[in-house]
């Protein structure tokens, strides 16, 4: 493969890997991937969550390095062990989790690490300044450099992000999901830069979830599959049904709309609810929300980031205060009561953020399977207050079985299993406790699209049995194919209710109010 | 598909089980090393060394630092630190003294002198006492437990010299007439031939030892220091938690400072002074992580082994104090930097191992 690099037509390839391998643990991300990467074109990267894209970008990045295979830039043969050779060589990278300092300034984040100097070695923070300005000034964006990171919206951070990547002045820019938290109009202005670059034969390599953007934006496509490449292609040559076809490869699309519907009594009534924003300022995250989530029924919570959907589920779950209103659980009121009061009266919540807020990473499957249960398995009598291992081991033997984890085995640590398996292990903790009413935040975030199938068939099947389902998501073909009902967040209130089987993607997005949120300055500061 | 995957979880769970347990011999087999290099290395260099009565004399000091050490693991698995046991034990020593010698009640004009178990209960208390303020102020007042425990151990000590002016109480025997006899017969006892902190030990041993792996609160402890915020919302009571190791803490420095007190047959208010040190050394020694969620009873009581037996080693030979100090240090220092060249390691071979192309077997449960 790489003794064609030397034929003069193909010069056009700035960037080659080869035969790339990569493990992690006995997870084998990579197997023998062979790339390229074209001088002035986009080559967007498409795949499922875990096929092996980022971690293609992040060797390319210098920030892991290959277990076998290597890197060819120009034709010659690199190592990189750093981030700072892969910047010296002209690659950078725009990462899919933001890598700012929130305690910094935007000016002090873009220039983290390699500070200009001025007279006598000390920092030149004019001269960063001007340099920030213009970068904003090109993203269109109305960010001061002094703003403290940490005031600025998540959407605005990743502006901070990709200015970051920007300021380089790379050869090969890497952006891997870097819309994920623009909105529209923020989305139009990067295709304009990226457009720009190109222009000045900078390589674009570009992954994203949002597929019909990407073949827009795409010259070369290249599909990703369980850590090997499977396909690639003109951009012309290509439309969604190909690439949904190469990244899948079976049809492992999954629709619950016909499903069955028993409504039973209301589980959960939700009354005039409104939720102070955690960062202060006395914004209301969640303002005057009044729902109701029947037995058996799967309602679906959609709307933008920053929609107050979270904020929502966490108040419902006893985590952080509630301003006012009233929450019924069963036609018991909830106020006052913790969260383990509330897991014990049968609501509990699966947070949006698996690693940070859902698994306990020290202990096995099976010991973050039972952590929500360990009281109702201590011994019934004599010793009262220890668990009963035989009655544990039953129970998570279920757990495994019931929400069909692939793992090892219960003593295998939690974080040998993938991101789809990891999440199945905090939705069967919630599912041991014998929940009424399940609270999901993102549930399928960062999980490929067979097991996310799984994740909506185990709880349509629970729900037939009668649980009481509020999901959130912001995948819009998630809202319509899974749920019962679709409630529409904007700005912390509800703003309207669809049925999935009658609405239209194009209604429901717009009620969520996607268009128009670019243009609000939320905390840009004006100094 | 759940056949599929229950069959698997059948057929590879005893290798995974063997898996994670050769990993925890390891670490506390590294501890294990030393002490058995230990005990070798000043077993050649003085006879009397392996003798039973040094055996038993060396255990005596290592029981008292293995006590706090077992109360700091606590405090450590969940991620906390507890720097007050050294003021914790002196003061509980003061107040037994204080009320072996007699309480003065100056409104009454009469001297009250409570029974031996009446003074062993209330110096326990004293202890547990201070260690819920510590757990009260990193939880509800949000203190940092750094913060927290460095003030009460200004506290705790300066309430001991307060009671005792300064001056040791040393009439611990208690009158028979007076019904307060036997706090020294009864703690400088040895049944069985053991001395009583050695019992004692054991005894604080064996009971954390089942409650960390067969209670709840046990598996909440490790839960809150592998991932507090999961455990909240998990609905493990987080904060009840961090408040009951913190009592516990008092309540086995307390525990020392009673066996401290009758050991040397009076109560000083500086008694204990840098013993929260030792017992955090045992700890770390002993393979738990500062982080939280990672250690051992048995790993912290062959930590607190390792320590004690150095350190009266050295002695037996006659190395200067100073150089105690040095070689001490060095060894917690080796210890923990030879936890984290494992720990890389582990990384590494297992990586090495996913390189080999999977058997047909475990594919199938091979994380997708």
């Known amino acids: ?527 | 598909m759940s056949e599929l995957s229950q069959a698997a979880v059948k057929a590879t769970a005893p290798r995974a089980l063997r898996k994670i347990n050769t990993r925890a011999l390891m670490i506390e087999g590294r501890a294990l090393l030393a002490l058995l290099l230990i005990v070798v290395v000043f077993s050649l260099l003085s006879p009397n060394f392996l003798s039973a009565d040094n055996l038993i004399v060396m255990t005596r000091h290592v029981a008292m630092n293995a006590i706090l050490a077992i109360g700091m693991l606590l405090v450590i698995l969940n991620g906390g630190i507890d720097l007050s046991v050294g003021s914790i034990v002196g003061l509980s020593g003061v107040i037994a003294g204080m009320l072996l010698e007699g309480l003065k009640l100056n409104s009454l004009d009469l001297f009250v002198y409570p029974a031996v178990w009446v003074v062993i209960v209330v110096s326990l208390g004293v202890g547990t006492l201070a260690g819920w303020v510590n757990g009260v102020v990193v939880t509800r007042l949000k203190v940092a437990p750094f913060i927290a425990t460095l003030g009460m151990l200004y506290v705790a000590r300066g309430i001991a010299l307060l009671i005792t002016n300064g001056t040791p109480f040393s009439k611990l025997n208690g009158q028979a007439g007076l019904g307060n006899t036997g706090f020294l017969t009864f703690l400088k006892s040895s049944p069985l031939g053991l001395p009583m902190p050695v019992w004692a030990m054991i005894l604080f041993a064996v009971v954390f030892a089942v409650v960390l792996s067969k209670s709840p609160f046990g598996r909440w402890l490790y839960a809150t220091g592998g991932n507090e915020r999961a455990a909240e919302l998990s609905g493990v009571p987080v904060k009840k938690v961090k408040t009951r190791i913190y009592v516990l803490s008092g309540l086995c420095a307390a525990a020392v400072g009673l066996l401290l007190t009758a050991d040397l047959s009076s109560a000083t208010p500086a008694a204990g002074e840098f013993f929260e040190l030792n017992a955090i050394a045992a700890v770390v020694i002993g393979g738990a992580a500062l982080s939280g969620g990672r250690g051992t009873i048995r790993g912290t009581l062959i930590g607190a082994f390792v320590i004690g037996f150095l350190v009266d080693g050295l002695v037996l030979v006659g190395v200067s104090q100073f150089w105690q100090q040095i070689i001490k240090g060095a060894v917690i220092i080796i210890a923990v930097a030879l936890d984290q060249l494992q720990q890389t390691l582990q990384k590494r071979r297992s990586a090495k191992a996913a390189l080999s192309p999977p058997k047909p077997s475990e594919r199938m449960t091979a994380p997708v």
């Open chain 1, 1 to 527: 493969m790489f003794r064609e690099a030397a034929s003069p037509d193909r010069s056009d390839v700035v960037l080659r890997a080869v035969d790339i391998t990569k493990h992690y643990g006995a997870t084998q991300a990579l197997k023998g991937v062979n790339f390229e990467v074209h001088r002035g074109k986009v080559t967007v990267l498409f795949g499922e969550n875990g096929a092996g894209k980022s971690t293609l970008m992040k060797i390319i990045a210098g920030v892991e390095s290959p277990t076998s295979g290597h890197l060819e830039l120009d034709g010659e043969r690199i190592e990189l062990s750093s981030p700072n050779q892969a910047v010296e060589r002209g690659i950078s990278i725009i990462h899919q989790e933001l890598n700012l300092c929130p305690n910094m300034s935007v000016r002090d984040n873009i220039f983290i690490g390699r500070e200009r100097r001025g007279l006598f070695g000390t920092v030149d923070y004019r001269g960063e300044r001007k340099v920030v300005q213009r970068l904003m000034e090109r993203l269109e964006e109305d960010i001061d450099p002094n703003t403290l990171v940490a005031d600025l919206r998540i959407g605005q951070q990743q502006i901070v992000e990709i200015a970051r990547a920007l300021a380089l002045d790379a050869r090969i820019l890497i952006m891997d999901e870097p819309t994920s938290a623009l909105s529209a109009p923020e989305a139009e202005v990067l295709f304009k830069v990226i457009k720009d670059l190109t222009g000045n034969g900078v390589a674009i390599v570009y992954i994203s979830h949002h597929l019909e953007e990407a073949i827009e934006i795409s010259d070369h496509a290249v599909v990703f599959r369980d850590g090997e490449l499977v396909a690639t292609a003109d951009a012309a040559d290509i439309d969604l049904s190909w690439v949904v076809g190469k990244m899948v490869g079976r049809a492992a699309e999954y629709d619950f709309r016909d499903a069955e519907r028993d409504r039973g009594d209301v589980a959960l009534s939700i009354r005039n609810l409104k939720v102070v924003d955690a960062t202060g300022e006395g914004r209301l995250a969640v303002n005057d929300v009044s729902l109701d989530v029947r037995y058996g029924e799967i309602v679906c919570l959609y709307g933008l980031m920053g929609a107050g959907r979270t904020e929502l589920v966490e108040a419902l779950a006893g985590r952080g205060g509630i301003a006012s209103g009233r929450v019924e659980l069963g036609g018991r009121d909830l106020s006052g009561t913790s969260i383990a009061e509330r897991i014990d009266l049968g609501i509990g919540l699966v947070p949006e953020d698996r690693q940070r807020d859902g698994l306990v990473q020290s202990m096995s499957v099976g010991q973050n399977l039972s952590l929500s249960s360990l009281l109702e398995l201590t011994r019934s009598f004599v010793v009262s207050s220890f668990i009963s291992r035989g009655r544990e081991a039953a129970r998570i033997r279920d757990g495994i079985s019931e929400v069909r984890v692939k793992t090892a085995g219960p003593a295998a640590p939690i974080t040998s299993l993938s991101g789809g398996n990891q999440q199945k292990v905090v939705i069967g903790k919630m599912l041991l406790t014998g929940p009424k009413v399940l609270l999901l935040d993102e549930p399928t975030r960062g999980i490929d699209v067979g097991a996310k199938g799984e994740i909506f068939s185990l709880l349509f099947r629970e729900a037939r049995k009668g649980l009481a389902v509020l999901y959130v998501t912001s995948e819009i073909g998630e809202a319509i194919t899974a749920s019962h009902r679709i409630v529409v967040m904007s700005k912390g209130r509800v703003i309207r209710e669809f049925d999935p089987r009658t609405a239209s993607r194009e209604e429901i997005m717009a009620a969520s109010g996607e268009s128009e949120v670019g243009i609000q300055p939320m905390g840009t500061a004006s100094e």
